[in-house]
């Protein structure tokens, strides 16, 4: 008897803890988020978020447009996308999600939460050529960002005979991030053109509503906070809008955060991040980079699949590199064009024909913050073309696609011609 | 062939605690009743050792088998050597038999400082270390004469101790081998259980919370604010956030570690097997040498038995010092400075092993004169809790150097 009920009190508690534990993660849980949590995560660039799901989908179903981008987006200078937007009280608010390192294939994974609220709306991507190197995208970045939430919501969804589910599947169980387990195995059988057994889902389910609890409870944890940071800059704008006055302003900040270096680079990000040791190192250090050849323009055709799918209104956004950084390197323009010109081909034939082409205007002055980050003038440029984006009624977007930018011979594919954006009415001919 | 191979590295997640404790069962059951399924509780081993070792890890499950292999052969020829009549007990084939033991690790620490890719396979097993620190002890007791039969089985066993495999703490074979060859009794083994479910709930928190908390949340922050700010100060490149590295660091590592310990240590008592403990509320030391009372204790004692306290012997029978000072301090040198070593052949580990050598000196040295003086030294509470905090932060200090963070800062690498 005394026996029985010690063990009572040792695995009684255990007992309570597991069953607690099993109570806690696979109870579907509900929460809402504050105007100002959403506020905070929309502009914390934080990879909890960008992993997570609940935070997006409230957000898009308020007046958020996702920027989707990299390091360019926390380029926080008075012009940057969501100071603007705050200081006019624009109609939308952008949601940045992504930073140093995401590339394609972890936006695509990323993207797989919101398709719902993203139906019928609007997008924005800056999509830079610095993505499509010769690896595509980077092992240890992906690390950063990959979600087994929504990479469990891509499974549960995909269809084993459509060619972007198994090349996306490939892609992302090739990870060293996915370890084994449910989700690589799942995947692995998607990759190989095999249908998801009903225990497979079963398992994935649970998984899946494991990390959605994990998403609800965790998610507003670690948020970078920027309010007061946007707050601050704003007040350096005109109060009301006006390009030149706000061209003006983009001038004076430029001039006062670029006057240690004459390569146009923002005075800290010299300081810290280009000492002499690592400068010196830096210079002609470029020459051989290629962005031609590169699996980032069939995951780049992973992101557009997606946009098909959900008939999201997409702009996109293709920036330069600052001129005098990209002299100094030695990372040939001409290149650059040529992959710029790539990417362009894939969007426009396949109906994507919201373009801004930033990509020729490294040489401006003040255009770029630092190295291949846009800043000020930069960012006054992209919102010449948001603004009348964002202005235009939401609508359904129908897209035209076609696999053959799966390929290796796309991803391979050298001179292909430059197009005249300009020139709408000649696009629609190809 | 497509084979999908389910590798399990020992306490890296939860999950493994699961599929551990379910194949626990058995064993649990048959211990409350008094009975030990030796033949379950190998396979059990065999199992869990297999996983550790298969799939991509498959070249160090032949290196471990080639090791195993190896071992035997030296310790059993060894022991037949000590244990024919008249046995000669030269000290030639003893110093032999250590060498040849610690080769294979002396080997491997060598092969893992050479450049990457120079070396063009792969070297070592997880825990070899720890194996080969068990191995040597045996062969040390069968000099003296304290170890005078082994069971291979039960050496086998012993070696391979599943729980403790990959980083200890080390247990002693006749320690081992008095557990292993009977059952407790219920009520010892319900006390068992009761420390075991309490260590493994003290090991999640420190390891998968605290040490969490540490290591994964603020550690690669402040490493990468004290490179950030270092790199543009220049010159030594140390700052406020070097200090916040190392206390950081110094929580990360105890937490992790301590809780790694508790692990090995709970699932050994679920299995009736009294594994020693390896942590000791390491921060409160009053000095250095109680801190290394405290901080994993396995690895310290198998250092002073067999390392400090043989060369302590041998050094008074063949009289190379004069002074017993002189020669705590050269034995304190070796100690610490093999330690280095062994941890890696790289300058942070070897300055580590300085640094506590010469910590350990000058608190010998201050010891003898506070004898001297004993009147003139105050003694009160704020004497003890200053002592308590001294000790911390020279500890913390060394961690930062162990932790090989000054190396990235300086040089770049690690």
Known sequence: ?430 | MNFNFINLQPYSNPQYFIYLLIALIPMIIGLYNGKRFKTYEAIFSLVFIFLIFDGDHWQQGINIILYLIYEFVITFAYLKYRTKKKSPNKTWVFYLAVILAILPLTAVKILTAMPVGTVPFVVGFLGLSYITFKNVQVIMETRDGAIKEIEPGTYARFLLFFPTISSGPIDRYRRFKKDFDKAPSREDYITDMQYAVRYLFQGFLYKFIIGWFFGTYCLPKIAKAALLVGNSVGGLKLSWWVLAYMYCYSMYLFFDFAGYSLFAVSISYFMGIHTPMNFNKPFISKNIKDFWNRWHMTLSFWFRDYIYMRFTFFAMKKKLFKSRIRLSQVSYFLLFLIMGFWHGLTWYYIVYGIFHATAICINDAWLRFKRKHKKQIPRNKFTEWFAIFLTFNVVCFSFLIFSGFLSQLWFGWK
């Not at chain 1, 557009?304 to 005098?324: S, Y």
């Open chain 1, 1 to 430: 008897m005394n026996n029985k009920r010690r063990l009572w009190q040792i695995f009684g508690p255990v007992i309570c803890a597991v069953i607690l534990l099993i109570v806690v993660f696979l109870i579907p849980w509900e929460r809402t988020f504050s105007n100002k949590a959403i506020y905070e995560a929309a502009n914390s660039q934080n990879t909890t978020v960008f992993k997570g799901v609940k935070m997006k989908q409230e957000a898009f179903k308020r007046n958020y447009v996702p920027f989707y981008g990299s390091s360019e987006l926390s380029r926080f200078d008075p012009l940057h996308p969501s100071i603007l937007a705050e200081k006019y009280h624009r109609n939308y608010r952008p949601f940045l999600l992504g930073g140093a390192g995401s590339q394609s294939l972890a936006q695509f994974v990323g993207m797989q939460g919101t398709s719902k609220q993203l139906r019928d709306k609007k997008a924005v991507v800056i999509i830079s050529p610095q993505w499509f190197t010769k690896q595509g995208q980077n092992p240890q970045a992906f690390d950063l960002y990959y979600s087994p939430l929504q990479t469990a919501m891509f499974l549960l969804k995909a269809n084993a005979k459509s060619k972007a589910d198994r090349y996306a599947a490939q892609r992302i169980a090739a990870m060293p991030t996915v370890k084994n387990g449910i989700i690589k195995s799942c995947l692995k059988k998607v990759a190989r053109g095999q249908k998801l057994s009903d225990w497979d889902r079963f398992l994935l389910e649970q998984r899946q509503r494991m990390l959605v609890n994990e998403d609800n409870f965790f998610s507003t944890f670690q948020l970078r906070n920027r309010v007061n940071k946007i707050c601050q800059k704003a007040k350096l704008l005109p109060n009301t809008y006006s390009k030149s006055a706000l061209r003006k302003v983009a001038d004076e900040q430029a001039a006062m955060h670029t006057n240690s270096n004459n390569l146009g680079i923002d005075n800290t990000f010299y300081r810290t991040r280009l000492p002499k040791k690592v400068l010196k190192k830096l210079k002609g250090s470029q020459k051989h980079f290629d962005y031609v050849k590169s699996p980032e323009y069939a995951d780049f055709q992973l992101l557009l699949t997606q946009f098909a799918k959900q008939h999201t209104n997409v702009l996109f956004i293709i920036p330069p590199i600052n001129a005098k950084w990209a002299k100094y390197t030695g990372l040939s323009q001409k290149m650059y064009q040529e992959s710029v010109a790539k990417i362009e081909n894939q969007l426009t034939n396949q109906g994507f024909e919201n373009i801004a082409d930033l990509s020729k205007d490294g040489g401006k002055k003040y255009f770029m913050e630092d190295t291949i980050h846009l800043g000020w003038n930069g960012w006054l440029a992209v919102d010449d073309a948001v603004k009348p984006f964002m202005a235009t009624p939401n609508r359904r977007c129908n897209y035209d696609l076609s696999n053959y930018y799966f390929s290796k011979k796309w991803q391979n594919k050298k001179n292909v011609k430059p197009l005249n954006l300009s020139n709408k009415e000649a696009l629609k001919d190809k």
